[in-house]
C-alpha cells in the first residue's frame, strides 16, 4: 500500500512562481527514482522532469522547461518537489508525482502515480 499526494498547485499569472509537493508514503523500502508528468487538457501526458534519489541524484529536464523548473527530493521524507519560475500559460496542466520504488529488500521494483495537481497560468 503505497501513495502519492500532490500538492501546491493553483492560479498564478505568467511570469510567476509555484512550488509543487509530493509525499510518498506507505510501505516504502527505497525510492529509486521519481518524476514530475504533466497533462494539458486533451492531450498526451508528457515527461516533465525526472531525478535518480540514489547516487548523485542525477536530473533530466524536457526542453520546454529546461532552465525555468528545477526538480529535487527530500529523501528523508519521501517527498519530490518542483520548483516552476517564469511559468507561461502554455504550462497549464495537472502535474502528476511518479516514483519507481522497492517495498522490500531485494524486491522487484514498482511504479506509482500520484491524483495530480492543477496548475493553471494566465496571462
Known amino acids: 500500500q503505497v501513495q502519492l499526494v500532490e500538492s501546491g498547485g493553483g492560479l498564478v499569472q505568467a511570469g510567476g512562481s509555484l512550488r509543487l509537493s509530493c509525499a510518498a508514503s506507505g510501505s516504502i523500502y527505497a525510492i529509486n527514482r521519481m518524476a514530475w508528468y504533466r497533462q494539458a487538457l486533451g492531450k498526451q501526458r508528457e515527461l516533465t522532469a525526472i531525478?535518480?534519489?540514489?547516487?548523485?541524484?542525477?536530473?533530466t529536464y524536457a526542453d520546454f522547461v529546461k532552465g525555468r523548473f528545477t526538480i529535487s527530493t527530500d529523501t528523508a521524507k519521501n517527498n519530490l518537489y518542483l520548483e516552476m519560475n517564469n511559468l507561461k500559460p502554455e504550462d497549464t496542466a495537472v502535474y502528476y508525482c511518479?516514483?519507481?520504488?522497492?517495498?522490500?529488500?531485494?524486491?522487484?521494483?514498482?511504479?506509482?502515480w500520484g491524483q495530480g495537481t492543477q496548475v493553471t497560468v494566465s496571462d
Open positions: 531525478i535518480k534519489t540514489t547516487g548523485d541524484g542525477e536530473t
Open positions: 511518479y516514483a519507481v520504488l522497492g517495498v522490500r529488500r531485494g524486491g522487484a521494483e514498482y511504479e506509482y
